[in-house]
DNA sequence: GCCATCACG
DNA sequence: ACGTACGTGATGGCA
């Protein structure tokens, strides 16, 4: 077989997931040669996903990879026509719904059903369905690197490219989750839980009340001598110190999301090697970040992340960035003092509240830091008097809404480079990142123009991290979750000193591509648990 | 199917 | 009582 640069390739599985599923039918081509099908990746086949030489282009490269790998196969230089569609913007991922909008074939997807592969026999049906799978794929390929190259995004994709194998690994590793005193805890939530609703229900006087039910709860309250706008826990905190009933609705409510969303549903995740393994998405959000489900990994509650930890023998070592949204801020808008902060690694919520409050930084007093961190937060979101106002009564911090537009107006004023981009970022039509992505003005709203090029940039960052970081991960080295700001890794104990340091070193070098002339920090840790 | 709510960054 | 902080994913209630 004569060697060339690019394969395009597809597989049939019996099953949705790797760990339960075997391969059925592999079709492939080289280059713009016939496509081929066969039942067994013979040495031939094995030798090309292996090379590094030979690009292969799958269509969900993740699924592909992933199962040849479970199977034992090296799979090297893979490409996504997936993850190309969502560096376009799109959000209509199929291999049928994207061939359709850009090469305008109708396509037949009947087959795609893993029951239908399930069975011993293959027809001429499913060979046929396998070849067309990798003739469209192979067309679409060509045709999402023009328009890609046509947007000046082929930078942008080759980043998330570079990164995509991270994703097979955090789907293939797991993470090890200690499921006996997972489960102990749980019981112990359950009873709690009870109880408290026993407890609210004797209060009210209502033995039916269903608590899950805001509707209820306003109705409830009402009748007890409680007005209720929303029950909102921000709403309810108000009412909280004076009604023990209401302080006991706010518990119930926070025991009950943990049991019942993190809780119950965690042994539907639990593999037979006693791992938790989620779906991950390298373009989970428009920002550009990662997302994960089933189980949300990225949303774990900080109470449950002792329970996810290393196999014996091992160390986890989760390391995170500091401050890396304000130091992307920092890079974009080139504001001088918040430059300043960081070079000089100062307090930057009393920095901040330093500039608000004009007073030194040492005579800062906690409420004031406390009001200087709402608004350094609040400058990456797109921050209005609104929210600065609502977002400080969480921290029992009641100002007006004049005051809270007066603390808005003097960040700016201390800040006046980030004040300039702002008023850009809202005149723009189009919103850059510092990694080169592009997004449409018209569908953003005033706050999401202000939130997507940190969001967005940081994200770039990360993947930059990653990339770097799967060709430094040593072959029995675990990434296990990613999260953000933060990467965690499973080593061997003997292995934990040269494992961080090539991790911090990835993060670093990673995100300094994207933050250019701020100092970037990582801090680490290593522990038997997931622990921030 | 949408809304309200809440977990994380 | 709302126009009013960004991005996700999951749940139960309710129409």
Redesign the pocket.
């Given at each position: 077989m004569e060697k060339s640069k690019v394969v395009f390739t597809d597989i049939e599985t019996t099953s949705l997931h790797f760990m339960n599923g075997v391969i059925r039918l592999i079709a492939f081509a080289e280059g713009n040669s016939e496509v081929v099908t066969q039942t067994v990746v013979d040495d031939e086949l094995r030798e090309i996903l292996k090379n590094k030489d030979i690009l292969k282009v799958f269509h969900n490269a993740k699924f592909d990879v992933e199962f040849f790998i479970h199977n034992g196969y090296e799979v090297n230089n893979y490409s996504c026509t997936l993850v190309m569609a969502q560096v376009l913007g799109e959000k209509e991922l199929s291999l049928k719904a994207l061939t359709n909008k850009y090469l305008g074939i109708e396509m037949n997807k009947s087959m795609q059903d893993s029951k239908n592969w399930s069975d011993d026999k293959l027809t001429q049906e499913h060979i046929d369905y396998a070849i067309n799978d990798v003739t469209n794929t192979r067309l679409l390929y060509y045709r999402l690197l023009d328009e890609l190259a046509k947007r000046n995004l082929l930078e942008t994709y080759e980043r998330e490219r570079r990164a995509l194998p991270s994703i097979v690994m955090l789907e293939l590793n797991g993470i090890k989750m200690n499921f006996d005193q997972w489960n102990k805890v749980l019981d112990y939530d359950r009873e709690l839980c009870d109880e408290i609703q026993r407890d609210v229900r004797g209060i009210l006087g209502l033995e039916e009340l269903?608590l899950?039910?805001?509707?209820?709860?306003?109705e409830a309250l009402y009748e007890y001598g409680i007005k209720?706008?929303?029950?909102?826990?921000?709403?309810?905190a108000k009412y909280s110190d004076d009604h023990e009933v209401v302080k006991l609705i706010?518990k119930y409510?926070?025991?009950?999301?943990?049991i019942?969303?993190?809780g119950?549903?965690m042994k539907?995740f639990l593999c037979e090697d006693g791992r938790i393994r989620?779906?991950w998405?390298l373009i989970?959000?428009?920002?550009g970040?990662m997302?994960?489900?089933?189980?949300?990994l990225?949303?774990?509650?900080?109470?449950?992340?002792e329970f996810f930890v290393a196999e014996k023998g091992n160390k986890l070592i989760c390391a995170?960035?500091s401050q890396?949204e304000l130091r992307v801020l920092a890079s974009i808008s080139r504001d001088e003092t918040l430059i300043n902060y960081f070079n000089e690694g100062v307090d930057l919520h009393a920095g901040t509240a330093s500039l608000v409050f004009n007073k030194p930084m040492e005579e800062v007093t906690k409420e004031e830091r406390q009001v200087g961190k709402?608004?350094n937060?609040?400058?990456?979101?797109?921050?209005?008097?609104?929210?600065?106002q609502?977002?400080?009564r969480?921290f029992g911090i009641d100002i007006s809404?004049e005051e809270s537009e007066r603390y808005r107006v003097e960040f700016l004023k201390g800040y006046p480079k980030i004040k300039e981009l702002q008023d850009k970022l809202l005149r723009a039509n189009g919103i850059m990142s510092l990694g080169g992505r592009y997004w449409e003005g018209r569908a953003?709203?005033?706050?999401?123009r202000?939130?997507?090029p940190i969001?967005g940039s940081a994200a770039e960052g990360l993947k930059e991290a990653l990339a770097l970081l799967v060709c430094n991960i040593k072959s029995s080295w675990k990434l296990v979750a990613v999260?953000?700001?933060?990467v965690v890794i499973e080593v061997g104990e003997d292995d934990v000193e040269e494992a961080k340091d090539v991790l911090k070193c990835c993060m670093i070098n990673g995100m300094k591509k994207i933050i250019k002339n701020i100092p970037v920090i990582v801090d680490i840790s290593i522990s038997n648990n997931w622990c921030?």
């Open positions: 269903n899950n039910s805001p509707k209820q709860i306003v209720l706008y929303s029950t909102s826990d921000d709403e309810l706010r409510r926070k025991l009950k999301t943990k019942r969303t993190y119950d549903k539907t989620g779906s998405w989970g959000a428009t920002s970040r997302s994960c489900s089933n189980p949300p990225q949303a774990m509650p900080s109470s449950s992340k995170d960035y890396v709402s608004l937060f609040g400058i990456c979101y797109g921050i209005t008097a609104y929210g600065i609502k977002n400080l969480k809404l953003l709203s005033m706050t999401q202000l939130n997507i969001q999260v953000h700001d933060e921030k």
